[in-house]
């Protein structure tokens, strides 16, 4: 490709060069084609400089846009990272914590353990102790009320007053109680026999 300033220079050549021959050696159609193309050719390099300047631009861009992904990553990378130590070194604090707590509980288990048994060994000498003891009763002649067997020396009786006449059968007049094998009660069902509604039974033991 030829451009603007060699087709001036070759047609000045030419020029000088026709007056000292008194021909011209290259036509002025033929210079105007000449300088036609190389109009053209500059025109061309000119828009491929500009095509190529813009590739350029578009790839620099893109180098910065991908700079700043890579530094903002980095910056949460960083983050994350310090994040992680800080919670790693919390769970570490509380897992120490939580292994004296731990221990202070398998100390105290071991502690009521050892408690416990002695409790225990107690316990059986008490009743050890409770079974060697003879139940001795007053001299005399008395009753007391029975709840089950009776005692060694004691005899059973026992009586009941069935169908006492009250006022009424409510709470205000009959309040059911039991003392042992003894009881005051309604007659029946509470109320079941009008004007006979109480009932007594005495179960004793005497000697």
């Known amino acids: 490709m030829i451009s603007v300033q060699a087709v001036l ?7 000088q060069a026709a007056g000292k021959k008194g021909d011209p ?4 159609e033929e210079l105007r084609e000449l300088l036609k193309e190389s109009v053209q050719n500059t025109i061309s390099l000119t828009a491929l400089a500009e095509q190529q300047t813009q590739k ?5 861009n893109a180098l910065e846009q991908a700079e700043t992904k890579v530094a903002n990553m980095e910056k949460k990378l960083a983050h994350f990272m310090n994040q992680t130590e800080k919670d790693m070194g919390m769970l570490e604090v509380e897992n120490e914590e939580t292994l004296t707590e731990i221990e202070t509980l398998q100390g105290e288990f ?3 353990k050892e408690e416990t048994a002695k409790q225990a060994t107690s316990l059986e000498g008490l009743d050890d102790r409770m079974g060697n003891l003879e139940v001795t009763w007053p001299s005399g002649s008395y009753c007391i009320l029975a709840n089950g067997v009776c005692p060694d020396g004691f005899t059973r009786f026992d009586g009941y ?10 709470e205000h007049y009959i309040k059911t109680a039991h003392f042992g094998n003894s009881n005051i009660k309604c007659h029946g069902h509470c109320g079941q026999w009008p004007n006979w509604f109480a009932e007594i039974q005495i179960v004793s033991c005497c000697k």
Do not use: D
């Open 9 to 15: 220079f070759l047609a000045m050549v030419l020029t």
């Open 25 to 28: 050696l290259v036509s002025v």
């Open 56 to 60: 350029m631009e578009k790839v620099m």
């Open 110 to 112: 071991t502690n009521m």
């Open 161 to 170: 007053i069935r169908a006492v006449q009250t006022y009424s059968a409510n």
